[in-house]
C-alpha cells in the first residue's frame, strides 16, 4: 500500500471502533485495497490468498455494523462541512440488481421477480459543486407483497422525513453553516414540509414538485406560478447525460409564494418557483422544473440562485454512477444482504473520492499534487503517460488529466475536462505501477 493511501485513509477513518482494533485495521486495509483497485474483485483487490480470506472473514462478522464503519466518513464529512456557509445535502434512493445471484435477504425491486436491495444516501456537496461525503445513510431489501398485494414493513416514505429530520439535527450542530435539504420529485411530501415546520424549519428544503395541487381558492399551483410576466431568463450548458449530447439550454423564470394545505387543517407556507425551456430544438424534449421550496424570494436573482442549487442533485447522479459502474459494487457475491452492506459501507467511501479528486481537479487546479497522491503514485503517471516528469511540484489538475489519460481521456482541447469513469480506470493502473515501483525499491534494497 502506498503512504498517500495510508494518509487520507489514516485521516479519513479517525476514530474508527469496531470494539476490536483487529477489526479497525482490517477495515482500513480493505479501504486502501478498494480505493486502489476500484474496478477489481475482491480476491483481485487484496494482496494474496490469505488477506483475501481475511477480507471474507471481515465482511462476514456480525459483530461488525455496516453504519459503525460509515461513522468516521460521515463525522469528517460534517467537518468539511462547517467551512462552508451553505450546504446542500441531497436525497436519492439507487436500486442495486443482484438478480441471479444468490445472496441470502434480498427482496424485490421494480417488479417482484427482479431481486436486490436499496440504497438511500444523503451526500454533502457545496454550491460550487464540491462534493465533501456521505453524511446519512438507509439501505434495505424489501419484503414480498402478501397475498392481498399488502407489502409489509415500514413505508419506504418515511425515509424521507426522516432524512429532514437528521439534516435539522446536524444543523443544530454548525449554527454557521445553513444547511438545505434537496431532493428530487419523491420528497414532494406535505408530510416531510410539516414536519419541517414543527421543528421551526432548523435546516431549508428544496424539491422537485410531483403534485400540482388545488390552491385554497381552486386554482392549480402551477398554473398560478406562472401567470403574469416572467423574473427573467437563465441560461446554462446542460452536460452530456447518457446518450443525450451537450446543449444549451434558456429558461424562463416564475415565482410566486403560496399556501398549500397541510392536511391537518391549516396550510403550509411555500415558495413555487419554474423555469420554463425557451427556444428548444426541433425533435428535443424542453426542460421545465417545477420546485417547491420554504424560502422566500425576491428578485430573479434569488430564484437563480435556487435553480443552481437544484441543478447540483445531478452530483449525487454521478455519485451513484460511480459506486455501480466504477466500483461495480452489483458484482458482489458475498452470500447474505448483512455482508453486502458491510461491502457497501467501505465501496461508498471509495465512490466518494473518486468524485471528490474529480471536482477539486477542476475547481483547484493549482493544488499540490503530493496533497493527494504519493510520489510513487505521481511518478508512476509519468511514467505510464511517457510524460517528463516537471521539476516543480506537479499540479493536481495536470496530474488527474494524465490519470485520464490512462482511462481513455483524450486530452483534446474541445474534450474539457476529464469525467470520473476515466479517471477511476485510470486510477487502476496508476495504483499498480506505485505498488511496482515500491516493491522494485524494497527489492534493491
Known amino acids: 500500500m502506498t503512504k498517500a493511501a495510508q494518509r487520507w485513509t489514516d485521516d479519513e ?44 472473514r471481515f465482511l462476514s ?12 466518513h460521515w463525522v469528517r464529512t460534517q467537518e468539511r462541512m462547517r467551512a462552508h456557509p451553505v450546504m446542500l445535502c441531497i436525497q436519492d434512493t439507487t436500486e442495486l440488481d443482484f438478480n441471479g445471484q444468490e445472496t441470502a435477504g434480498l427482496g424485490p425491486l421494480n417488479y417482484e421477480a427482479r431481486r436486490g436491495m436499496y440504497l438511500h444516501p444523503t451526500y454533502a456537496v457545496t454550491p460550487g459543486r464540491e462534493p465533501l461525503g456521505v453524511i446519512d445513510a438507509w439501505m434495505w431489501a424489501r419484503e414480498s407483497r402478501d397475498a392481498d398485494g399488502v407489502r409489509p414493513g415500514q413505508k419506504e416514505s418515511t425515509r424521507w422525513i426522516e432524512g429532514y429530520e437528521r439534516i435539522a439535527e446536524m444543523a443544530a450542530q454548525m ?43 381552486g386554482e392549480k399551483l402551477w398554473n398560478y406560478t406562472t401567470e403574469g410576466a416572467a423574473l427573467g431568463e437563465i441560461a446554462f450548458t446542460m452536460p452530456t447525460r447518457g446518450t443525450k449530447k451537450a446543449r444549451p439550454v434558456r429558461q424562463q423564470l416564475w415565482a410566486r409564494a ?30 421545465e422544473w417545477r420546485l417547491l421550496t420554504n ?11 435556487l435553480i443552481d442549487w437544484y441543478r447540483a442533485r445531478w452530483e449525487i447522479e454521478i455519485y451513484f454512477h460511480v459506486l455501480k459502474n466504477g466500483c461495480e459494487v452489483e458484482t458482489l457475491q458475498l452470500g447474505a444482504v448483512d455482508r453486502v452492506e458491510r461491502a457497501l459501507a467501505l465501496f ?26 504519493s510520489a510513487d503514485e505521481i511518478r508512476g503517471t509519468y511514467l505510464l503517460t511517457k510524460q517528463q516528469k516537471p521539476t516543480h511540484p506537479a499540479r493536481l489538475n495536470e496530474v488527474i488529466r494524465l490519470i485520464a ?21 485510470g486510477l487502476d493502473q496508476v495504483m499498480t505501477a506505485a505498488q511496482t515501483l515500491q516493491a522494485l525499491r524494497e527489492e534493491a534494497s
Open 175 to 217: 449554527p454557521q453553516t445553513r444547511l438545505v435539504y434537496l431532493a428530487d420529485r419523491e420528497a414532494d411530501m406535505v408530510a416531510m414540509m410539516r414536519r419541517a415546520r414543527e421543528l421551526n424549519t432548523p435546516a431549508d428544503w428544496l424539491v422537485r414538485a410531483k403534485h400540482n395541487r388545488c390552491l385554497p381558492d
Open 13 to 56: 477513518f479517525a476514530g474508527l471502533d469496531l470494539g476490536d482494533i483487529r477489526l479497525n485495521k482490517r477495515a482500513k486495509i480493505l479501504m486502501e485495497r478498494f480505493a486502489a483497485h476500484p474496478e477489481a474483485s475482491i480476491p483481485a483487490a487484496c494482496d494474496g490468498w490469505s488477506e483475501t480470506v481475511a477480507a471474507y
Open 295 to 305: 424560502r422566500t424570494v425576491s428578485g430573479a436573482d434569488q430564484v437563480t440562485e
Open 258 to 287: 403560496v399556501e398549500i394545505a397541510d392536511g391537518k387543517g391549516g396550510v403550509i407556507n411555500a415558495t413555487c418557483i419554474i423555469a420554463r425551456e425557451i427556444g428548444t430544438p426541433h425533435g428535443v424534449k424542453s426542460i
Open 61 to 72: 462478522n456480525t459483530d461488525v455494523d455496516w453504519r459503525a464503519i460509515l461513522e468516521p
Open 348 to 373: 461508498m467511501v471509495v465512490a466518494w473520492r473518486v468524485t471528490y479528486l474529480m471536482r477539486l481537479g477542476r475547481t483547484c487546479p493549482d493544488l499540490d499534487a503530493s496533497l493527494f497522491f
Open 405 to 425: 489519460q490512462l482511462g481513455g481521456f483524450l486530452g483534446r482541447k474541445s474534450d474539457g475536462e476529464p469525467g470520473v469513469k476515466t479517471i477511476w480506470r
